[in-house]
């Protein structure tokens, strides 16, 4: 099978991309709930610009070129995020802008008994699972690291929440037959980078982990197919580890005799071998390991920072939490600067690997207001007070605060 005719040499030629331009307006919605007014909620930031890419609604433009698009704010109000507000990163110049499903396969082959080839139909015909998980970029807010560091400049709009469906990872490798000498499995999508010396987008997991992991060769998000930028045909969803390990466009899943040790797995992703992946600029940590599973996090969706809200009157605060896959046991809000906490109502559980949404109800007094939101897991771990570093700015996690006024 050819992938390579589903490529789109120079991508983003922006005639052929760029469908509309919409410069960001400071939209002023009158009061919603206890909010008054209602900037285009970014988190206290500038807005940046929002552009529409195909299948997208306009998405924060974090770098054009590969796209790499932010989730705008507005969007996290709800359980679920609609696919076409999902963010989008792509590492390499080229990636597919269409697949012709006649001849796209998905092949498995490398130390396995009988190497497998799947249509797209053949996937479908599998006994399918569902599984809502949290899509999230190691890097998510790496704009705020200080001191700063470099990569894309996400704020907190590189996440989201789907259903994902497809065929478990275990079932595929378990149809090829794995042979004894299978050591690690390598995942590899359709992009490439356009030139000999930029190393294909390739991942590996060892075997071990991925016959007991939850992993799923996935064909639809919310109970659609996945837009083109999120991954058309399939991808892989590895719930609760961060989504760079979640290879979209999937085609080659090579299972390999010798732990692999491409660029993408030697060199990048990698976090320190300390708790919560914490280093400091002057004593950088020479023990890595691949990141892998995400720490537990929560933010407030509602109201807008620094919105103006009514003094003595009862507002109801609103927010997501997530972890990477024991669960949330609880949300806290303090309003005194941390001296003392209360617990949010949990929302909906749709599963260990989801966002939970949860709500608190507050009476604010006259005056400017700040607020902060932590959540516990169901193994204990807590977010920090304080935000921890490192020199890729991953996993940031430290308590989110949110500035009011009422008046
Ligand atoms: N083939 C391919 N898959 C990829 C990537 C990529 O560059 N190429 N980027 C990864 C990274 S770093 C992230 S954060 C997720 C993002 O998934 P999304 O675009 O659906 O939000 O895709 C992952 N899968
Ligand atoms: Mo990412």
């Known amino acids: 099978m050819s992938s390579d005719s589903t490529i789109a040499r120079s991508l983003l030629s922006r005639r052929h991309w760029l469908g509309q331009v919409s410069t960001t307006s400071l939209l002023c919605l009158g009061q919603v709930g206890c909010q008054r007014a209602v900037p285009e909620p970014d988190g206290g930031w500038p807005t940046p610009e929002e552009m529409r890419f195909p299948g997208k609604v306009p998405l924060g433009v974090v770098n054009s070129r590969p796209p790499c698009l932010e989730t705008p704010w507005r969007y996290f109000r709800t359980d679920f995020t609609p696919n076409e507000a999902c963010y989008v990163p792509w590492h390499l110049q080229m990636l597919p802008t269409a697949v012709d499903l006649q001849s796209w396969r998905l092949r498995i082959g490398g130390e396995v008994a009988q190497t497998q080839e799947y249509s797209l139909q053949d996937l479908r015909d599998l006994e399918p699972v569902e599984i809502a998980a949290v899509n999230q970029c190691s890097g998510n807010s790496r704009k705020f690291a200080a001191p700063r560091v470099p990569g894309a400049q996400w704020k907190n709009g590189a996440m989201g929440n789907a259903r994902w469906t497809g065929v478990p990872l275990r079932v595929l490798l378990e149809e090829a037959g794995l042979k004894a000498s299978a050591v690690e499995v390598t995942f590899r999508g359709l992009d490439r980078g356009g030139i000999q010396s930029v190393p294909d987008f390739v991942r590996s997991l060892s075997v071990d982990f991925v016959k007991q992991s939850d992993a799923i060769v996935a064909y639809a998000m919310n109970g659609e197919p996945l837009p083109i930028l999120n991954g058309f045909p399939v991808r892989l969803v590895l719930p609760g580890w961060y989504a760079t390990w979640w290879i979209k ?159």
């Open 249 to 407: 466009a999937l085609t080659d899943i090579n299972v390999v005799a010798k732990p692999f040790t491409g660029y993408w797995m030697e060199k990048a992703y990698r976090i320190p071998a300390t708790p919560n992946g914490v280093e400091t600029p002057d004593n950088l940590a020479t023990d890595t390991v691949p990141i892998n599973r995400m720490n537990v996090r929560s933010f407030f969706t509602f109201p807008n920072q620094n919105a103006n809200v009514a003094a003595n009157r009862s507002c109801e605060l609103e927010g997501i939490a997530f972890d990477g896959g024991s669960g949330i046991r609880q949300v806290e809000i303090s309003t005194d600067a941390g001296k003392t906490w209360q617990a949010a109502k949990l929302g909906t559980d749709h599963g260990r690997y989801s966002f939970r949404r949860w709500r608190y109800e507050w009476t604010p007094s006259l005056g400017q207001h700040a607020l902060l939101v932590r959540a516990t897991n169901n193994e204990g771990e807590v977010q920090p007070l304080e935000a921890g570093w490192n020199h890729a700015g991953y996993m940031r996690n430290v308590v989110e605060p949110l500035a009011l006024t009422a008046s």
